[in-house]
């Protein structure tokens, strides 16, 4: 039982390990939290919906079209909501994220109500016998994207000139102005790109769970424990954090109770805010006086 439970964790934990990494590259670059990113998660398995259904896309274009719709989604976001507070305290730019997700909640649940949806199978291979584990193909596709994905952006955030200049741009914005570096088309993009990694959890997810409106504040709050859990800002710390979250969850759902499953996330928030703020992975600040 626990080998099977910790399994399952990681690939539950896997979707909110993505979608942790795409609030954390877009606070890496911007240092605001988007309250407003479980929604965005939301927003493209419903578009995975509406193409599978309405119009009888093949899986592989309805994800590339998923993709597409979020990274111009959160570009726009940018564009139309968030550039206009540029200088605002970060409390309207947090409160601005929060109407975002009720906003995108409500033009699903006016588009098609509260009920509930769903959609067919990314894959129907056999899933994989480890002993007397049971690892599901999604599992694994969820598991391999989620390693690719933070792999890819560690490289690019840590090791890239991109990476530089994402460190410019949250240092100083008119400093990397002055090295060349158009700032607000820099955060355009990534908006957009933190909103198509947002699509990729929707699109992974979509097979496996039933859709509704609300799907994203649970997931939002999950992917909050694992950042505060992992360490804000930190990529590494993020993933970990969110694998961690699914493990939880499932030990403490096959073990305590299955109500656990749903205050975990909220207890490991306090914990780590009043143990260690910084995280795992984070760096703890001194400031000498």
């Not at 998660?41 to 597409?68: E, Q, R």
């Not at 109407?99 to 699903?108: D, Q």
């Not at 999604?138 to 890819?152: E, F, H, K, N, R």
């Not at 102005?177 to 957009?192: E, K, S, Y």
Request: charged share 10%; net charge positive; with cysteine.
């Amino acid at each position: 039982m626990f080998g099977q439970l910790v399994v399952s964790g990681i690939g539950q934990g896997s979707i909110y390990a993505l979608v942790a990494l795409g609030m954390t590259i877009l606070f890496r670059v911007t240092t605001v939290v988007n309250f407003g990113h479980g929604e965005l998660f939301m927003f493209s398995a419903f578009v995975i919906y509406l193409l599978l259904n309405a119009f009888n896309v093949p899986y592989a274009l309805a994800a590339l079209a998923a993709i597409v719709v979020l990274f111009a989604l959160g570009s726009a976001v940018e564009r139309l909501l968030m550039r206009p507070l540029q200088g605002a305290p970060h409390m309207a730019l947090a409160m601005m994220t929060v109407a975002l997700s009720y906003l995108l909640r409500g033009v699903v649940r006016m588009a098609w109500g509260g009920d509930v949806r769903s959609v067919p199978p990314m894959f129907d291979f056999e899933p994989v016998m480890l002993g007397n584990v049971v690892l599901a193909a999604q599992d694994i596709v969820t598991i391999g994207a989620t390693l690719l994905l933070v792999a890819v952006f560690f490289v690019l955030l840590q090791r890239s000139r991109l990476g530089k200049l994402a460190q410019a741009a949250t240092d100083s914005a008119r400093g990397a102005a002055l090295i060349g570096l158009n700032v607000p088309a820099f955060h355009r993009t990534m908006w957009g790109v933190a909103a198509a990694v947002a699509a990729i959890a929707g699109i992974l997810v979509a097979p496996v769970t039933l859709l509704y409106p609300d799907m994203g504040a649970g997931v939002l709050v999950r992917a909050f424990a694992a950042m505060t859990l992992g360490g804000f800002g930190n990529l590494g710390g993020a993933v970990a954090g969110g694998l961690l979250m699914g493990v939880l969850e499932q030990l403490a759902g096959g073990y305590v109770s299955t109500a656990m499953v749903d205050i975990a996330s909220y207890i490991v928030i306090i914990v780590v805010l009043l143990c260690r703020p910084a995280g795992l992975f984070g760096r703890v600040e001194r400031v000498r006086v």
